[in-house]
């Protein structure tokens, strides 16, 4: 009896464990099938954006929805960031009396990490849900398959212009939400002190250096296009159905917020080798 016992016990665990082996092994399987099909929609971006001919009109467009439009939700962004941070920073800086070093600290902050992150992750969630809905809605309704019946490259036309806009326009936005972050720091500042406008900022830019603000700039360039490329990725290759836009959107903007912290650490750890 007790010999059954062991041999059932052994089988029910054996039964167990197996499924929860099989669902591991397909969940890495399919992490790297996507991981190969990123790739390979990648290298067929680089190959059609460096063949003529060149879609200029709709790069233009597509620059004035991406960046324009985005303008007021970064600023408002960038303003409650940099005000939120100076009221919060000077109780603990009063403590150790470095009351006088709030400007430059807060400086510091935003130009280096902050406002660089979290203009990038406003824009995933903006800029980057859009284009995966857009694109899953041009697959739904064959729009895409339209445009290759009509003879028009639609990887070029729909997928390159708007990685290359995102790419360029993420900088121009965050040197924006920079600046007004640090117009709402001195509204901080002066919320409980008296500090003119001259000696903020020059208390800011005496502290600021070339290695502050280079890499902050060069990695928002990575920022946009990865948040563009995820974004034009679920879209291009979303599922039929109107189901599919809503998972190509929410799946945009999840991972393209991952690829933001993934990309700022690996940024994060070059310029602290060799700068």
């Not at 620059?63 to 324009?68: D, E, H, P, R, T």
């Not at 800086?93 to 990490?113: C, H, K, N, T, Y």
Request: with cysteine.
């Amino acid at each position: 009896m007790s010999l059954n016992l062991k041999i059932t016990g052994k089988e029910t665990i054996e039964k167990m464990v197996k499924p929860l082996g099989n669902s591991y092994v397909k969940t890495l399987k399919e992490f790297f099938e996507e991981i190969t099909k990123l790739t390979k929609f990648t290298f067929r971006f680089f190959k059609e954006a460096l063949k003529p001919p060149y879609e200029f009109n709709e790069l233009a467009k597509q620059s004035y929805l991406i960046g324009y439009k985005s303008l007021a939700l970064v600023a408002v962004t960038g303003f409650i960031m940099g005000l939120v941070l100076t009221i919060q920073s000077r109780p603990t800086l009063a403590q150790f009396g470095a009351e006088s070093w709030l400007p430059a600290m807060v400086a510091v902050s935003i130009i280096r990490e902050i406002g660089p992150v979290i203009t990038a992750l406003i824009f995933a969630g903006k800029v980057g849900s859009g284009i995966g809905a857009e694109l899953a809605s041009m697959k739904v309704t064959e729009q895409i398959d339209a445009m290759e019946v009509s003879g028009i490259n639609p990887f070029k036309y729909i997928v390159v212009t708007r990685i290359i806009s995102a790419s360029l326009m993420l900088p121009v936005l965050v040197v924006l939400a920079d600046a007004v972050s640090l117009y709402g720091a001195y509204i901080g500042v002066n919320l409980k002190g008296d500090v003119s406008f001259h000696l903020f900022f020059l208390q800011v830019f005496e502290k600021l250096s070339f290695s502050d603000i280079f890499p902050a700039v060069i990695k928002t360039f990575f920022f946009g296009f990865a948040v563009g490329l995820i974004g034009c990725y679920k879209g291009y290759n979303s599922n039929k159905g109107t189901e599919g836009v809503g998972e190509s959107a929410n799946s945009a903007v999840v991972f393209g917020s991952l690829a933001v912290f993934i990309i700022d650490m690996i940024a994060v750890q070059i310029t602290s080798l060799f700068i």
